[in-house]
């Protein structure tokens, strides 16, 4: 595959660039070296392609799951507690796990566990490959890069996308750069409050 589009929110390129050159150069190889002809192998059911051979999102996840693996990128979860009450949640968000539950209990509530999951961390950057659902893309940005960030996990946030010309070659209903920089860019300059790069990638 390569990368066809790139852009920085709140600096997030240059953060990486000047902070942890070997970790973008990692990315790059990692896209580059991901056989996207070996991917195609979906044949559609849809309507619209039914028996065209599409590019599966699966295999194009383990190509790209492999590579980061072989650089030592891995899976990162953060888990933590929650309630109904706003309050309450303002005032445990920062504590350790343990201490959150307790603290929920001790109000008369129920505590639920929940976490946050991201593909691969390392070195304070995470990456979310994300060939699924549109959906799935507004959530890895305003909720998972976000709180990684705010729990001072990560300082950048990396967001690999199909391009239009990919994504009309695969299932429908999957996000796209295009589609998800207008989004982005919609929100403000500001929001969300993390750096980020959006990566579009095409075979």
């Given at each position: 595959?390569?990368?066809?589009?790139?852009?920085?929110?709140?600096?997030?390129?240059?953060?990486?660039?000047?902070?942890?050159?070997?970790?973008w150069?990692?990315?790059?190889?990692?896209?580059?070296?991901?056989?996207?002809?070996?991917?195609?192998?979906?044949?559609?059911?849809?309507?619209?392609?039914?028996?065209?051979?599409?590019?599966?999102?699966?295999?194009?996840?383990?190509?790209?799951?492999?590579?980061?693996?072989?650089?030592?990128?891995a899976?990162?979860?953060?888990?933590?507690?929650?309630?109904?009450?706003?309050?309450?949640?303002?005032?445990?968000?920062?504590?350790?796990?343990?201490?959150?539950?307790?603290?929920?209990?001790?109000?008369?509530?129920?505590?639920l566990?929940?976490y946050n999951?991201?593909?691969?961390?390392?070195?304070?950057?995470?990456?979310?490959?994300?060939?699924?659902?549109?959906?799935?893309?507004?959530?890895d940005?305003?909720?998972?890069?976000?709180?990684?960030?705010?729990?001072?996990?990560?300082?950048?946030?990396?967001?690999?996308?199909?391009m239009?010309?990919?994504?009309?070659?695969?299932?429908?209903?999957?996000?796209?750069?295009?589609?998800?920089?207008?989004?982005?860019?919609?929100?403000?300059?500001?929001?969300p409050?993390?750096?980020?790069?959006?990566?579009?990638?095409?075979?």
């Amino acid at each position: 595959m390569k990368i066809v589009e790139c852009y920085s929110h709140l600096g997030g390129l240059e953060i990486l660039m000047v902070h942890r050159p070997q970790l973008w150069t990692e990315i790059q190889d990692v896209i580059k070296h991901a056989d996207a002809a070996a991917c195609r192998t979906k044949v559609s059911k849809e309507i619209r392609s039914k028996g065209n051979l599409l590019y599966s999102p699966p295999a194009m996840n383990k190509a790209i799951r492999s590579g980061f693996e072989k650089h030592d990128w891995a899976e990162r979860r953060i888990s933590y507690w929650v309630t109904t009450d706003a309050r309450l949640i303002r005032k445990t968000l920062f504590l350790p796990p343990a201490q959150q539950k307790t603290e929920i209990e001790e109000a008369g509530l129920k505590a639920l566990p929940s976490y946050n999951q991201t593909d691969f961390v390392k070195d304070r950057v995470a990456v979310e490959v994300q060939f699924g659902k549109y959906a799935f893309v507004a959530y890895d940005l305003f909720v998972k890069h976000l709180a990684f960030f705010v729990g001072d996990v990560i300082d950048v946030g990396v967001e690999i996308l199909p391009m239009k010309e990919l994504q009309q070659q695969m299932s429908s209903g999957v996000g796209y750069y295009e589609s998800e920089l207008y989004n982005l860019v919609r929100e403000g300059r500001g929001v969300p409050a993390v750096p980020l790069i959006l990566i579009g990638v095409a075979p």
